[in-house]
């Protein structure tokens, strides 16, 4: 693919709803990574894939949190019962392979909670 | 956790002018990565050096790592007005995944 991809760009939604972003790593990328940046601050890690399995889930701030890859496609990062606090950038990365240093990162999806 | 600090926050400089970042951390890492990320998006990998490498350059770039110091910088000469954004330093510790990145310093280049 062109680059990574993530839907939607941007996301209004009131506090207790639940939210799916999506990302499309570039084809043949076998790491994908989200991360959550909020207003001014810099990216915090959530959650990497290898495949479809999620070895690394430290970074994942509560249980209201949770992600799931297909294969080595694509992935949806999942946000139960919304809080004003989860308002922020999520910005997905994908990678060649486990441990390959550069990271190409989608445009991110915009999340307002309300 | 491992994290870089960025210095300065915020800069500004005119046209022309080189711009110099710096990035501090704490603990050893295998390799130190800048991006560079505009309106608040995606990142854009800028360059990447490893643990035993001094300096690197691409393009208007230079990049030096001093670990002894557990300090990095970036140079970009000539800057332009598309080099307005912000610039974060990312590093990758032993046995982690994902990256850990600072809060970045904003540049703003004035034609």
């Known amino acids: 693919g062109a680059g990574v991809s993530q839907s939607p760009s941007n996301k209004v939604t009131e506090k207790g709803k639940d939210v799916e972003l999506r990302c499309d790593p570039i084809?043949?990328?076998?790491?994908l990574y989200w991360y959550r940046q909020r207003l001014g601050q810099g990216l915090e890690f959530l959650i990497y894939?290898?495949?479809?399995?999620?070895?690394?889930k430290s970074g994942l701030p509560s249980d209201r949190f949770s992600a799931e890859r297909t294969g080595e496609s694509v992935s949806t990062l999942t946000i139960q019962r919304t809080q004003q606090e989860d308002s922020a950038v999520y910005l997905c990365?994908?990678?060649?392979?486990?441990?390959?240093?550069?990271?190409?990162f989608g445009p991110g999806t915009r999340l307002l909670v309300l | 956790s491992q994290q870089g600090e960025e210095d300065p926050q915020a800069l500004s400089i005119q046209e022309g002018e080189n711009a110099t970042m710096n990035c501090s951390y704490k603990t050893s890492i295998n390799n130190l990565q800048w991006y560079r990320q505009n309106s608040g998006r995606g990142l854009v990998h800028l360059i990447l050096?490893?643990?035993?490498?001094r300096e690197k350059h691409s393009g208007r770039l230079r990049v030096t790592l001093d670990t002894s110091k557990k300090s990095s910088s970036l140079l970009i000469t000539a800057s332009r007005a598309a080099d307005t954004a912000s610039y974060f330093c990312?590093?990758?510790?032993?046995?982690?995944?994902?990256?850990?990145f600072g809060k970045g310093t904003h540049l703003i280049i004035q034609p």
């Open positions: 990365a994908s990678s060649r392979q486990r441990g390959q240093e550069t990271q190409y």
């Open positions: 050096i490893r643990s035993n490498e």
């Open positions: 990312a590093l990758r510790g032993g046995g982690a995944d994902g990256l850990t």
């Open positions: 084809s043949g990328h076998t790491a």
């Open positions: 894939f290898q495949g479809n399995s999620a070895p690394d």
